[in-house]
């Protein structure tokens, strides 16, 4: 069965999803068959694109865009169309199925590449949750790195103070016995001279 027959019969009976999956296996192959044409199409359309990219990331830019650019996506349906040699021998009925499948895998690769632009949005945006989470939980531990901090110069204040005065103190004890000492030693030689 060709591929218009394929994507009218499925739409007709709404499998609009296994028509999303051929279209979706045709694009890879047409990445994979026909990377030069692809890229060539990409370039004429100021897509950036590049031949020596991955076959994946070439699948990734054409999906990105399909939704964007009408010509793109009138130049790919073309191409799928091509590849399963319906588009250029269509005539009179055929060329009605022609059209209409033409329509719609326009309208399915409209919706893939909305698909893919929803998923890197949201992918965006669980990144920048993710982002923002990871922010957060830095600014968390920078701030408890901060406390310690603090709490590590108070200790260290503290007991260097106590370590000072301690000195402090011991010097004042000892210049007081040597002062005690001396009064001590300089009353008793008073004492022996009074009574000798």
Do not use: C, F, W
């Amino acid at each position: 069965m060709k591929l218009s027959e394929v994507i009218i019969k499925n739409e007709k009976e709404g499998k609009v999803k296994t028509n999303h999956l051929i279209v979706k296996a045709k694009l890879r192959e047409l990445v994979k068959n026909r990377s030069q044409e692809l890229v060539d199409l990409l370039t004429a359309l100021k897509i950036k694109a590049s031949i020596v990219a991955p076959k994946a990331v070439l699948y990734s830019t054409l999906v990105k865009h399909l939704a964007l650019n009408s010509e793109l996506r009138a130049a790919v349906t073309g191409m799928l169309m091509e590849e399963t040699s319906e588009y250029l021998n269509a005539n009179g009925q055929g060329m009605t199925i022609a059209g209409a499948a033409m329509q719609a895998l326009g309208g399915i690769l409209t919706g893939i590449g909305r698909n893919q632009t929803m998923t890197a949005t949201s992918a965006t945006t669980m990144d920048e949750a993710k982002r923002k989470e990871l922010e957060a939980e830095r600014k968390r531990q920078e701030e408890e790195e901060e406390r310690k901090r603090k709490t590590n110069l108070a200790i260290g204040i503290t007991v260097g103070v106590l370590v000072i005065l301690g000195i402090v103190i011991a010097i004042i004890h000892a210049s007081k016995k040597n002062q005690l000492e001396a009064a001590a030693a300089a009353g008793s030689a008073s004492v022996s001279a009074l009574n000798g």
